[in-house]
């Protein structure tokens, strides 16, 4: 019994004495400079949200997602956040990616311009000038957004130029608004010059699509399918624990990098992304869960206007899946 008990004892030692095992090095790559957006990232990795699903997150800074998908395509980052559309675009071309959960189901497309302005709706644009990026995914769906609400190009004036150029004439006073996302340029633009702005956004005129996601390489996916599952499953609860506390997601950002904004633009820029993480169909259930018919009228609408190849509209499945989201309530 003694010879037992020693044996029992040592073997406990021995264990004790085992190196805890590693955790799975994980690099996200965000689709641009980071911005209030990307708090959940942030928070869930400094709550150790993450570390509790046994992986070691490192967040990089991107530029632009297109440049962030062919990182993914590459293998050179595990994982993206990044603009579903302009993935689907890189997809239909041979791109082995795709989306293991898309959080931003409503359009933050917008045209926006100061408050003091008073361009509140679509006929207030009558007469103006607006700052559009030629050939970006904004710019792309504008024809559609005046469409849906009546306008002809004949009744403003646009003037064009990449995305600073595009901040600058409306901060400048060449343009009364620019196209642009309600959580981004419109805090670049409070930034600058400390003043609100008023954003007519796209999805209250019968635009529904589906904005930013997380993506994979499809062959990592298969390969590190329980990796997916955990990676996934910490970033529905980092995405949920951020929604609860939305200043300190904000300060989360500004701990890992002091130059990373400020904190009061942080914060506003994240709260006006949380509305946009479901739609009336997903707003009972957890962050990322997309709908087939959310995804199908993207599809649909970006072969008819955002330029993406009409064969996507064959298996808009292939673009996404939920398999490796965490389920209610777990």
């Not at 009364?176 to 010059?193: F, P, R």
């Amino acid at each position: 019994m003694k010879r037992w008990i020693g044996a029992a004892s040592a073997a406990l030692l021995a264990f004790a004495a085992m190196p805890a095992q590693a955790a799975d090095k994980v690099v996200l790559m965000l689709n641009w400079y980071v911005y209030g957006e990307h708090a959940p990232f942030y928070y869930g990795k400094a709550k150790g949200i993450y570390a509790t699903e046994g992986i070691d997150l490192e967040i990089q800074e991107g530029r632009g997602s297109a440049a962030t998908t062919q990182a993914v395509a590459a293998k050179t980052a595990d994982f993206g956040y990044v603009d579903v559309p302009t993935m689907m675009r890189a997809a239909i071309k041979g791109a082995p990616v795709v989306a293991t959960g898309v959080l931003l189901q409503t359009s933050p497309m917008s045209a926006m311009g100061f408050v003091d302005k008073n361009i509140r709706k679509p006929e207030d644009i009558k007469g103006k000038t607006v700052a559009i990026t030629p050939a970006d995914s904004m710019t792309q769906i504008w024809p559609l957004f005046l469409r849906k609400t009546g306008l002809k190009e004949s009744d403003f004036q646009t003037v064009a130029g990449d995305g600073q150029t595009k901040l600058n004439a409306v901060i400048n006073g060449q343009a009364d608004l620019l196209l642009g996302y309600v959580m981004d340029q419109s805090m670049k633009i409070k930034d600058a010059t400390g003043k609100d702005v008023y954003p007519i956004k796209f999805a209250d005129y019968g635009i529904n699509m589906v904005s930013s996601g997380i993506i994979a390489n499809a062959d990592y996916v298969k390969a590190n399918a329980d990796l997916v599952r955990r990676f996934m499953s910490a970033t529905t609860k980092a995405v949920e624990a951020a929604e609860k506390e939305p200043k300190a997601a904000a300060q989360s950002i500004l701990d890992a990098n002091p130059k990373g904004g400020k904190i009061d633009t942080l914060t506003q820029g994240f709260e006006l992304t949380i509305p946009l993480y479901r739609t009336a169909e997903t707003k009972t259930k957890r962050p990322f869960q997309v709908t087939d018919q959310n995804m199908t009228e993207t599809v649909n609408l970006l072969v008819e206007y955002g330029g993406l190849d009409a064969k996507a509209k064959d298996n808009p499945k292939a673009f996404y899946t939920n398999d490796y989201l965490p389920k209610s309530g777990s």
